[in-house]
């Protein structure tokens, strides 16, 4: 079946850039035409790459990794490029709303028209945010895109360098004859160590959905066929006679290669004698994660606010685990007339409670000198003299003074005469 399959056409993927809006293939930028490096067609030329094979690109948040895999010419799919992600929004987990800054996680699917030569952002392809499983969940949002310029709020963005290489390799499948490449994005590599530390996830359960299509491409190195049906992805499953699998609906008879089933369970038991292993040990502790809705509405919120201008935190709230809000007090700049009245509010109300504390400690500085004062012992009371104390004795002076006249004119004689 997974030759049937190749065949057929249906499994397919690559990878190129994205962007803010979605463009036609062709299109006149330079940028856009640049050819991949010299080094990168010898690699291709190593592995039995044609330059024009189909690709599919493989995202993994927590590592910060984008991946570009190229179709050998034995059919089977190699990796020829990695990149270091220069910045992805919000936190791990999917993608739940508009404004919720979060990067999508999913099964997605790149077109010619979502690639955008002329994207602001260098070069740009749209991810294809919502799929067919987000519609199914009421899961909103757009122009969700891989795209330069290193800068996000709910995209997967790469350095202008990057892109260009990124964008080429899907380019050059599209003018292959590529119709459409896949992007996998994953919240981590979805090891057993991994899965095992995040076992008590809120998105755990989606997480494992996920990595049903990570293992199928693990085994048979092609990107998965993916379907929705009963609101969740199906992987590698081909529906009875005339049946279609309907993303709302029930799972309609399906059947799968025979050689992937025995391959995928001989996986799986290799897998969970790992994951009891990773499980009962000690592992890194994980990383935080979108809490659900709830938080992505809360984020929502932020976004809205500070899109209409006004001043908000520097950072979007986030939700802990026991559903307690945490909110930076750090605020962001200003960006309209109603944010800069906002913030005129605010340092107002700032400089009154200043004057407020000012002026209490200046009453506090006033009454520890008062009660300093009160504590100095006073000063002793004059003593009561009569006027014939204060006034001196004359005639004793005179006394006193005449001995000592005397008294110095005998001891003169005496050292005269020697008597």
């Given at each position: 079946?997974?030759?049937?399959?190749?065949?057929?056409?249906?499994?397919?993927?690559?990878?190129?850039?994205?962007?803010?809006?979605?463009?036609?293939?062709?299109?006149?930028?330079?940028?856009?035409?640049?050819?991949?490096?010299?080094?990168?067609?010898?690699?291709?030329?190593?592995?039995?790459?044609?330059?024009?094979?189909?690709?599919?690109?493989?995202?993994?948040?927590?590592?910060?990794?984008?991946?570009?895999?190229?179709?050998k010419s034995n059919g089977r799919f190699d990796v020829i490029a990695s990149y270091d992600i220069c910045k992805w929004s919000g936190q791990l987990g999917p993608k739940f709303m508009e404004g919720d800054r979060q990067a999508p996680e999913g099964f997605y699917t790149v077109r010619p028209a979502q690639m955008n030569p002329k994207s602001s952002y260098h070069l740009a392809f749209n991810m294809g945010y919502?799929?067919?499983?987000?519609?199914?969940?009421?899961?909103?949002?757009?122009?969700?895109?891989?795209?330069?310029?290193?800068?996000?709020?709910?995209?997967?963005?790469?350095?202008?360098?990057?892109?260009?290489?990124?964008?080429?390799?899907?380019?050059?499948?599209?003018?292959?004859?590529?119709?459409?490449?896949?992007?996998?994005?994953?919240?981590?590599?979805?090891?057993?160590?991994?899965?095992?530390?995040?076992?008590?996830?809120?998105?755990?359960?989606?997480?494992?959905?996920?990595?049903?299509?990570?293992?199928?491409?693990?085994?048979?190195?092609?990107?998965?066929?993916?379907?929705?049906?009963?609101?969740?992805?199906?992987?590698?499953?081909?529906?009875?006679?005339?049946?279609?699998?309907?993303?709302?609906?029930?799972?309609?008879?399906?059947?799968?290669?025979?050689?992937?089933?025995?391959?995928?369970?001989?996986?799986?038991?290799?897998?969970?004698?790992?994951?009891?292993?990773?499980?009962?040990?000690?592992?890194?502790?994980?990383?935080?994660?979108?809490?659900?809705?709830?938080?992505?509405?809360?984020?929502?919120?932020?976004?809205?606010?500070?899109?209409?201008?006004?001043?908000?935190?520097?950072?979007?709230?986030?939700?802990?685990?026991?559903?307690?809000?945490?909110?930076?007090?750090?605020?962001?700049?200003?960006?309209?007339?109603?944010?800069?009245?906002?913030?005129?509010?605010?340092?107002?109300?700032?400089?009154?409670?200043?004057?407020?504390?000012?002026?209490?400690?200046?009453?506090?500085?006033?009454?520890?000198?008062?009660?300093?004062?009160?504590t100095v012992l006073p000063a002793a009371a004059p003593s009561e003299t009569t006027e014939a104390e204060i006034r001196p004795d004359t005639a004793a002076v005179e006394r006193q003074t005449e001995q000592g006249l005397l008294g110095s004119a005998r001891k003169r004689l005496r050292n005269i005469f020697g008597t």
């Open positions: 079946m997974i030759a049937r399959l190749v065949r057929s056409g249906v499994l397919i993927a690559s990878l190129a850039a994205a962007g803010c809006t979605g463009s036609a293939l062709d299109g006149v930028s330079a940028k856009a035409e640049k050819p991949l490096p010299q080094k990168v067609l010898s690699a291709m030329k190593a592995k039995g790459m044609p330059r024009s094979s189909a690709v599919m690109a493989r995202i993994f948040k927590e590592e910060g990794k984008l991946e570009i895999w190229k179709q919502p799929n067919a499983f987000d519609r199914a969940h009421g899961r909103g949002g757009s122009n969700l895109m891989v795209h330069g310029a290193c800068s996000s709020s709910g995209c997967y963005s790469m350095t202008d360098a990057q892109i260009e290489e990124i964008y080429a390799f899907g380019r050059d499948a599209f003018r292959g004859g590529q119709r459409e490449f896949q992007i996998q994005a994953f919240p981590f590599r979805m090891t057993a160590a991994n899965m095992a530390r995040y076992r008590n996830d809120p998105n755990y359960d989606f997480w494992k959905m996920l990595k049903e299509g990570y293992d199928h491409f693990e085994i048979t190195r092609l990107p998965p066929k993916v379907d929705v049906c009963e609101k969740r992805y199906v992987f590698n499953r081909l529906p009875e006679g005339d049946a279609a699998f309907d993303p709302n609906g029930a799972c309609p008879p399906s059947t799968q290669s025979g050689s992937l089933m025995t391959a995928y369970q001989t996986f799986q038991t290799k897998y969970e004698a790992a994951y009891n292993g990773a499980a009962a040990g000690s592992t890194p502790a994980p990383r935080p994660s979108i809490n659900g809705v709830q938080e992505a509405q809360l984020v929502a919120g932020w976004s809205r606010k500070k899109a209409r201008g006004e001043r908000v935190p520097l950072e979007p709230p986030s939700m802990e685990t026991d559903g307690t809000v945490a909110v930076t007090s750090r605020m962001g700049r200003v960006d309209s007339e109603a944010g800069r009245r906002q913030a005129a509010l605010d340092a107002a109300a700032e400089e009154k409670a200043r004057l407020a504390e000012a002026k209490e400690a200046e009453a506090a500085a006033l009454q520890r000198q008062q009660e300093a004062a009160a």
